[in-house]
């Protein structure tokens, strides 16, 4: 296989593995701001919350990306 093809294959897996972890966690950090409101009469700013996830995710991102890739590379020379 070309070596194309696995960094198209490691970016897609990474672009779906972070994306689910965005939909998963900024609505999570948007409830957890109505439950402090709530409880403890004070509430914290969902978007900064929000901005610090992405920026995580984006280095995450990044990461995993590198993980894949270097791991199908390695399997495809031992193949």
């Known amino acids: 296989m070309n070596i ?4 198209v294959v490691a970016g897609g897996f990474t ?7 965005q939909l998963v966690t900024i609505p ?8 402090s409101a709530n409880v ?3 509430t914290f700013s969902v ?3 929000s901005f610090y ?9 990044v990461g995993l990306f590198t993980h894949i890739y270097h791991r199908a590379l390695k399997g495809a020379r031992h193949a």
Not at 28 to 35: D, H, K, P, T
Not at 53 to 61: E, G, I
């Open 4 to 7: 194309t093809i696995y960094g």
């Open 15 to 21: 672009i779906i593995i972070t994306t689910a972890f």
């Open 28 to 35: 999570m950090v948007a409830g957890l701001s109505i439950v």
């Open 40 to 42: 403890f009469d004070s």
């Open 47 to 49: 978007t900064t919350a």
């Open 53 to 61: 996830l992405v920026a995580f995710s984006m280095v995450f991102s």
